[in-house]
């Protein structure tokens, strides 16, 4: 696909990067014999990659470099030239793209800052790039980038300095993919360091032609990557993100991302950064890893736990054994286990009889496993139970951690733990507390080839774990639950806005959520009569598409239990709403019959301009905007994978049945939200929808929606 296709196949379909990423030829434009220039550095790193194909240079001023010749214009260069690398000063770039353009390069690759970053005039140049990309269907790196490097086929388009050649091995291995330059330096640099096999260190910078999802699309289909870790401030294609993580995950491999935007502060400072807007965090949080992307929250778990995965493809379902040879960290790793949300499993009887037969009599052998200072002179020790806890099926993973002691005490602890996990297929890492103690270069090396990741903070490792233990139960529920969201047919609506909550109740009655007897009265005697069909006791609420918060300004009054009190219901709601809103002429007034007392929850919806529908659950009433307890969910989950979720809430324990209550209808709940999700779904005008209360009755009794508010948009 070419850059001149239409905007929307640009945002559903990924455009090829070959020739960014397997380029036959190469032109350097601005080239320098500077050492440290942008120009040079590019140069000198093709060379030390040994780069295959053909090096163009164009210098202004120097006829060669490095015994290299120059051509002193663009112009000058060969028609069709695979990928142009521009080192250039901001103030020249739109030209000399333009110039690419009319030799037919097939790609450029802009370092230079300046752009939409940068302000208004800077967009306007960034513009004027894209326009001409479209138009010659030339594909555009950046700018605001340091390039890329495919350690595969030995192609550095980059200035990024110290620069190193990486090992490619016959288990695929990690591709590491950013937006930010600097932060694909330090990934890239940290992960060589660490002995992890990389195939691609990419930067995208601002996305004026080829964005993060054209990049990763190609990862996908790479033999040679197992793992993606990504750090994106600014998802520019949702939908084809999305798709692209459901085809990871089909060909087994893991996306692990970082995305800043948590906070306001952290949305703020996207703009200036690379010229966009962040998404709402909770949204894309929800909705990737539905498609089981991997979020992560700091870089160093970015690191560890892409460490973990290209090391294991198989991420556990089970929890982590430890091993340790300190009591005190025995404690500590209970701890901070429950923290992070590792699961600590009671081994089977045979492996703790295996154990503590060759432990001293006065240890019992329960998980984390303290072997003790009896290692020491026993190195066995730490062989046979780490092979005892491997075998053991309720065991997923196993953290062995040691006291250091000096360089060839920890070589020596590491060597008598290899035997047992560097033949393990189940993740396996070996721990050396005590980050300043020097440790033997020899240990390092030795669990780099045997691919055991290793770590000087146990508190790293055991964070990294929990994180692919969650993973890899949310692999394994996909492929066991296969029940179908709700479907709901789509329904004519009316004109934009806030719906009147009688109108948005209809609809959602319509679907199959419960709402209360009631109707809408005009008059006084009519609202008499439905208060006398429904039955007493009533509540009146007043009603116009103008009113989306009633009870502020006495639009509702309850508790109405006899046609008397009607009538000065009516009399009272009237003139509230007169006194605080005198430029409004309500629709009516809904007489709705009360509802029984239960748990008050709120269900509720939103559709992200760039991401679509989100569905919210949580404690609702006045306690929504107090407690916050709510969680986002995909929506077109099933009914029981909703009420898993549910159960995940803080306050879950009113929802079980706290202090002698009875459960309430969960099942009944999450219907509910099913069929919100549904809704949404199906109408794309819908934009918001809120039921705020839903009350929860016990179990088997159902729901009732008191309160609902729609809100429709124009398309």
């Known amino acids: 696909m070419s850059l001149n296709e239409s905007a929307n196949e640009y945002k559903l379909k990924p455009l090829s990067v070959e020739k960014l990423l397997r380029p036959k030829s190469i032109a350097i434009v601005g080239v320098s014999s500077t050492p440290g220039s942008p120009g040079s550095s590019v140069l000198s790193n093709l060379e030390l990659f040994q780069y295959d194909g053909d090096i163009h240079l164009v210098s202004r001023n120097r006829r060669e470099v490095n015994g290299r010749p120059c051509v002193p214009n663009i112009d000058d260069l060969p028609k069709g030239v695979d990928a142009v690398v521009l080192c250039v000063p901001q103030t020249a770039v739109v030209e000399s793209v333009r110039a690419c353009a009319r030799r037919e390069a097939g790609a450029v690759v802009i370092f230079a800052a300046g752009f939409a970053e940068a302000g208004e005039e800077g967009r306007a140049a960034q513009q004027q790039i894209v326009e001409i990309a479209r138009e010659s269907g030339m594909l555009v790196a950046g700018p605001n980038c340091m390039g890329l490097t495919n350690f595969v086929d030995r192609v550095p388009l980059t200035f990024a300095p110290g620069l190193k050649l990486s090992p490619i091995g ?11 330059g600097g932060m694909m330096s330090a990934l890239r640099e940290t992960s060589q360091s660490r002995g992890i096999s990389l195939t691609h260190a990419i930067s995208t910078g601002n996305e004026a032609g080829v964005g993060i999802e054209d990049y990763l699309a190609y990862l996908i289909d790479d033999e040679k990557t197992r793992v993606v870790a990504m750090y994106v401030e600014h998802i520019r294609r949702p939908q084809l993100f999305l798709k692209l993580a459901a085809q990871a995950r089909e060909k087994g491999k893991s996306i692990v991302l970082l995305h800043p935007g948590r906070s306001e502060a952290s949305r703020e400072a996207a703009q200036s950064h690379t010229g966009s807007l962040a998404g709402d965090y909770s949204v894309i949080k929800t909705l ?11 870089m160093e778990e970015l690191v560890d736990v892409s460490w973990f995965l290209v090391s294991f493809p198989n991420a556990p379902e089970k929890g982590a054994a430890i091993l340790t040879d300190s009591g005190a960290f025995k404690g500590l790793a209970l701890d901070f286990s429950q923290d992070v949300g590792l699961e600590l499993p009671v081994m089977s009887e045979a492996t703790r009889e295996a154990i503590e037969h060759i432990l001293p009599e006065f240890t019992v052998a329960t998980n984390p496993v303290d072997i003790t200072a009896q290692a020491l002179t ?23 951690t040691v006291l250091p002691g000096s360089p060839k005490v920890g070589l020596a602890k590491g060597r008598a733990a290899l035997p047992a996990i560097s033949k393990s297929e189940k993740p396996v890492a070996f721990s050396l507390m005590g980050e300043g103690a020097p440790i033997s270069d020899e240990l390092v090396a030795e669990m780099r080839e045997h691919g055991i990741p290793l770590f000087r903070s146990p508190e790293r490792a055991i964070r990294a774990l929990a994180i692919i233990t969650k993973y890899g139960r949310a692999l394994a529920k996909s492929k066991h639950n296969r029940q179908q969201p709700a479907e709901v047919k789509p329904i004519p609506l009316p004109g934009k806005g806030v719906l009147p909550e009688y109108m948005g109740k209809k609809y959602l009655s319509d679907i199959g959520i419960p709402t209360p007897a009631g109707e809408l009265a005009r008059e006084v005697e009519d609202a008499v009569g439905i208060a006398q069909r429904i039955g007493y006791p009533v509540v009146l609420k007043i009603q116009s598409s103008e009113l989306a918060h009633k009870s502020d300004i006495g639009g509702v009054i309850v508790g109405i239990s006899n046609d008397s009190d009607m009538r000065e219901a009516w009399t009272r709601l009237h003139s509230n709403v007169q006194h605080a809103r005198p430029d409004v002429v309500p629709d009516g007034v809904l007489v709705e019959k009360m509802g029984d007392k239960g748990i008050e929850m709120v269900v509720g919806a939103r559709r992200d301009p760039e991401w679509g529908p989100i569905v919210m659950v949580g404690l609702g009433g006045i306690y929504i905007e107090i407690l916050k307890d709510v969680c986002f969910l995909p929506p077109n989950l099933g009914e029981d994978a909703i009420a898993e979720k549910i159960l995940t809430l803080q306050t879950a324990a009113l929802l079980r049945g706290a202090r002698g209550a009875e459960p309430a209808d969960v099942k ?4 509910v939200v099913s ?11 819908i934009s918001e929808i809120d039921i705020n209360p839903l009350i929860v009755f016990p179990e088997g009794k159902g729901v009732l929606a008191l ?9």
């Not at 990737?288 to 992560?296: F, G, P």
């Not at 069929?675 to 005008?685: E, H, I, Q, T």
Request: net charge negative; hydrophobic share 45%.
């Open 170 to 180: 016959e288990k695929p291995g990690l591709s590491v993919l950013t937006q930010s």
């Open 288 to 298: 990737l890893e539905h498609e089981h992307v991997i979020m992560v929250q700091t």
């Open 378 to 400: 026993d190195p066995n020790l730490y062989t046979a139970s780490a092979e005892a806890l491997l075998k053991d099926p309720a065991i997923g993973s196993l953290l062995i």
């Open 668 to 671: 009944a709940l999450a219907k």
């Open 675 to 685: 069929l919100v999700g549904g809704f949404m779904n199906a109408n794309p005008k």
């Open 707 to 715: 309160d609902a508010l729609v809100v429709v948009s124009e398309s």
